[in-house]
């Protein structure tokens, strides 16, 4: 194992090179939403950092399999970890109505369901998720109400595995 620095071998040097280029990924992010107002944005931030992370093997000279692999761990966990916490303050039921709470003190229940999403409201909410269930072919809609197709049963069906396997309680 060669070493660059004060007895530091090549690979410390590049986790220590992804630990100062993490924060950009967050950076780009934003920076590119603001911009383009695509969400989008994400996959080019993703590159873009995945990018960064490539220059930084290179200028470090550890351009080895196992540092690859190390670097490509490091952003993936990485990413992930940024698109859950993105997902979840921007999609999450219960943080949003936290959020209309901080930004509408005292407000009833009726005005969280009516303010909801810039104003759109729960039933905004609810249509948007239905008809993006019906677009993905998921769930038929009739006068007479609701059904799963083939592939949404399925996908139904292993949820509801999955959440059993996994000990959870029933959740919106």
Known sequence: MT???PDMPDESWVILGMMVVAPLLPALHLTL???SRNIAALRWASGLH???CVVLLWTFGAATPRTALIVFSLWLTLCLGYLQVFSM???????RLLVELQTHPGATREDLFRDYAGERGFDWLQEKRLSGLT???LIRRSESGLTATRSGFVL????VISKRVLALEDTG
């Open 3 to 5: 070493t660059d620095g």
């Open 89 to 95: 303050l921007t999609r999450s039921i219960s943080l």
């Open 156 to 159: 139904g069906l292993l949820a």
């Open 50 to 52: 995945g990018l960064l």
């Open 33 to 35: 939403l603001r911009w």
């Open 135 to 137: 677009r993905l072919d």
